[in-house]
């Protein structure tokens, strides 16, 4: 029997606000444990919380970004369990009424296809803090920093069939949440965090089969191999006669597998109720359609127009406005160069494989658009050639020079004089007589050979189109 994977994900985001959500702690990373902190987010009895505003503007701005309604009058609940890194004994959250619901994403695969994908809901939340567990000695220590910080939760319609379609999802995700501004989205740091439900059902049926939830995924890497683990192991289950159960299963990276850490036996009843200390949260179509107006132009629009504006196949425009840098930087790039084309090809091809190859991101790139800029400018006034340009590009990273200045140090200026030009061409025609003579017999490669001789003579100098029209006409 065929068997269909069915997958929805739970996403938790840190919000990049300075305060956390309830007090006015800071939420910087990386102090010293257990310097912010306060009594509200310590959960000392008596404490009242107050919800920052900032927060509640930033849940608006990726619930608007996602097509998601906004809940006129929506709710804090109180989600109770005990854990050393939860003061309060528990968290607020909010659980009936979220801040937004209904919402969609659309997501491109890498052959192209386009898919929507549902948003059940978003609500805010705090986070908990950080247990550290020394390896040395049999304690663990605890670190209330983190407690507090506000986090969205996105939920997801179970509307996805692969995990590639996962991988897919959670990039837009972050890239909306970086877009937007309100987030990191780090998946290594922890700032964004995904839970994966999976389950399997006999391919053309609806109803669904039971799911696990997958926890600690803590890469896209991860998310995609423990989902394609998970979709194989339900299906050795199955077809073993067995039945999958509900459960929750850890991700052992290391192992490449996961194992089981809790059945629904063991899941917990959070015996959820309104937070009596916090208010009915109310928001009005006149807030609402400020943030609106805020909003930033979002990565499908920008890629749109970038197809629209500057003529790029789909796949440029894709992976140009991927993350909000770098399509800045593109288009700092296009204003100043006639051709979007030649740009594009620069920033994918030369620009971004330099960054992989120095694990660096667009905003330290060591040539900032301008001077990228400066060098097309270069080719496209035929001062020098494409090929003499990735010269030039080389040494500007490693010399932090202008390419004029470069290009005038080396004496790299392409000749674009037609008489020297040919001297060289006429020189390589009568050095090399019999392949001459199989050019005219119809060995059209042989042009290859002609015209890397023409820039070997002059260092790569000539401009190529004087060369091959050249050529073309005294091989004829
Ligand atoms: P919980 O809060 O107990 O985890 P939810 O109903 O909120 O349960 O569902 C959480 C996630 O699980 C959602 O993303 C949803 O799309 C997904 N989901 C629900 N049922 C299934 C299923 N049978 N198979 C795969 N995913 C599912
Ligand atoms: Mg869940
Ligand atoms: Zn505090």
Redesign the pocket.
Known sequence: MEFEP?????VHSQLKTHTKIFCACSTEFGADPNTHVCPVCLGMPGVLPVLNKTVVEYAMRMALATHCSITKESRFARKNYFYPDLPKGYQISQYEFPIAEHGHVNIVLEDGTAKRIGI?RIHMEEDAGKLMHDPARPVSRVDYNRTGTPLIEI?????IRSPEEAGAYLRQLRSILRYLGISDGNMEEGSFRC?A???IRPKGTEP????A?LKNLNSFKYVESAIAYEIKRQKAVLADGGAVVQETRLWDSAKNRSHSMRGKEE?HDYRYFPDPDLVPLVIDDAWIDAVRQGLPELPEARKERFVSEYALPLYDAEILTSARELADYFEDCARAVKNPKLVSNWVMGTLLGLLKAEGKTIEQSPVPSSRLAELLLLIETSVISGKIAKTVFDEMVASGKAPKVIVEEKGLVQVTDESAIEAVVDQVISANPSEVEKFKAGNAKLMGFFVGQVMRETKGKANPQIVNKLLNGKLK
């Open positions: 069915v997958i929805g994900l739970e059940t939920v997801s319609e179970p509307d839970d439900n999976v389950s669904f089969g039971t799911r939830e899941a």
